[in-house]
Nanobody, 121 residues
Framework: QVQLVESGGGLVQPGGSLRLSCAASGSIFSIGAMRWYRQAPGKEREWVGSISGGGNTFYADSVKGRFTISRDSPKNTVYLQMNSLKPEDTAVYYC???????????????WGQGTQVTVSS
């Protein structure tokens, strides 16, 4: 009943920028924390950053100072602004969110299907 869809991935040169979006839709009463993860081929999925329901942000050391997470609550959307991109940022980027579908429901975690980001010259 809840779906997360990422968009905005693509090919970018080192040092370039890209902005990813993740929109939640479906039966949504409220959304708590939203997070970004990434997974490169042959590697484990790693946490990139999070934004709390109150708007506080947290980042992995590898992206701190380069990536910025924001959210547009009326649109149920979270963004990942990626600047100064490096080849090691190449990965499939996933978002997830803690969603309460109805009043009285518990929060459940939902995942998007990912969007490819490739950083190469």
């Amino acid at each position: 009943q809840v779906q997360l869809v990422e968009s905005g991935g693509g090919l970018v040169q080192p040092g370039g920028s890209l902005r990813l979006s993740c929109a939640a839709s479906g039966s949504i009463f409220s959304i708590g924390a939203m997070r970004w993860y990434r997974q490169a081929p042959g590697k484990e999925r790693e946490w990139v950053g999070s934004i709390s329901g109150g708007g506080n942000t947290f980042y992995a050391d590898s992206v701190k100072g380069r990536f910025t997470i924001s959210r547009d609550s009326p649109k149920n959307t979270v963004y990942l602004q990626m600047n100064s991109l490096k080849p090691e940022d190449t990965a499939v980027y996933y978002c997830n969110a803690d969603v309460r579908a109805n009043t009285g429901d518990r929060f459940r975690e939902y995942w998007g299907q990912g969007t490819q980001v490739t950083v190469s010259s």
